[in-house]
């Protein structure tokens, strides 16, 4: 990854320094030759890029910037609240959970062409990664995107037994991987890349029904032996959700384009719930040398489940090359459990009781702060 990283920026620093060389500097005939050969293939290729993003597109609305190339700084924070709530568990009747994640700041950086985008980021202290891929057009646009936290406040509480188990920094580790795409009915007028990746240039203000389609895993690992054994030997949750929505999104614009308020969000239908838990019966077993490992598949209690996204962005388009943008967005992400999470097929769970459920409902935010220069 630090090679692909080096090699794009050294490849980024020549275009540079090659459309900044001056007129008069003497240069080999045949250099000169194979030099102008080569920026003539690269503007065909860019302005037929450049005809395909615009097709269709009303140039009194939407315009595209001079530069076609980006390369951003950003520092990204973000964090998770989560609420586990489980139900006449063996030896602890009712457990509710509560944790949130700390809020790490992570820096890293963007490279982009038009409305093609990587970005990267990474704590300095915890050794955590976040990355972004994404393709957006006015009509349509997918987005991958993995984060990674830790928990660092949080409690969990059972009503059969005295005393709150309180959560520290490092007892849960969380990663969420977002497959996102969107399609934009008024792709003419309204833009959805000029507000997070300031591949076009919103003129005037204008808005658009939004349809969404989402694909969702999150891992929760725990990492205590206190912890697992409080939730009942339950020490890593998987969740699967593919889900559809439609909303609603705005571009506000008050100086042609200068600056760039931006507002989204709406429901969305999860049609697609799988909960995966592993876990252990070490709180059955009078010998400890050993554990039963499990792994058991959760059925939802619904099949489909209202959950949502709002988004939000500021953008301010300094000059032509330079720019700054404030941008964010929060998902909210439900499951509860048709069936018990802590069944071993095994005899060793003598008070294994079929009505055990489980609850989860998680906010999940980030936000970004992104100065960029287009070149």
Not at 131 to 136: A, I
Not at 150 to 164: H, N, Q, V
Not at 231 to 252: P, R
């Amino acid at each position: 990854m630090k090679r692909s990283i080096i090699v794009i920026f050294l490849l980024f620093s020549v275009v540079t320094f090659a459309n900044q060389l001056p007129c008069g500097m003497a240069m080999p005939s045949d250099t000169v030759v194979k030099e102008g050969k080569a920026r003539q293939f690269f503007d065909k290729i860019g302005k037929f890029a450049d005809e395909w993003f615009m097709r269709g597109v009303d140039t009194s609305y939407l315009a595209l910037p001079k530069h076609r190339f980006k390369l951003s700084y950003l520092s990204d924070v973000g964090s998770v609240y989560t609420i586990i709530r489980c139900f006449d568990v063996p030896y602890y009747e009712n457990i509710d959970a509560r944790m949130k994640s700390n809020v790490l700041p992570k820096m890293g950086f963007l490279v982009g062409f038009r409305n093609i985008n990587f970005g990267y980021l990474w704590n300095l202290y915890q050794h955590y990664t976040n990355f972004k891929l994404s393709l957006t057009q006015n009509a349509f646009g997918i987005e991958l995107q993995r984060r990674q936290t830790f928990y660092a406040k949080g409690y969990i509480d059972a009503s059969a037994i005295d005393g709150r188990l309180d959560l520290e920094a490092g007892s849960i580790a969380v990663s969420t991987t977002f497959l996102s795409g969107y399609v934009a009915l008024n792709r003419k007028r309204f833009s959805m890349p000029a507000a997070f990746n300031q591949s076009y240039i919103q003129k005037h203000s204008a808005g658009s029904v939004l349809l969404y389609a989402d694909y969702m895993y999150t891992n929760m690992a725990y990492n205590r032996d206190e912890l697992i054994t409080r939730t009942g030997g339950m020490h890593e949750i998987e969740l699967y959700q593919t889900a559809l929505g439609v909303g609603y999104g705005y571009n506000y614009t008050p100086n042609g384009g200068k600056i760039l308020m931006h507002i989204s969000g709406g429901p969305l239908l999860a049609f697609f719930n799988r909960m995966l838990v592993t876990g252990d019966s070490r709180m059955f077993l009078q010998n400890n040398n050993y554990n039963i490992i499990f792994s058991q598949k959760i059925k939802p209690q619904y099949k489909v489940y209202v959950t949502g996204r709002i988004r939000a962005a500021f953008v301010y388009n300094i000059n032509e090359r330079f720019l700054l943008a404030v941008y964010g967005v929060c998902n909210n992400i439900r499951f509860r459990s048709k069936d018990t999470p802590f069944h071993t097929d095994t005899q060793v769970n003598l008070d294994y009781n079929s009505e055990v459920g489980m609850r989860l409902m998680t906010w999940d935010w980030n936000a970004v702060l992104q100065f960029g220069v287009r070149f």
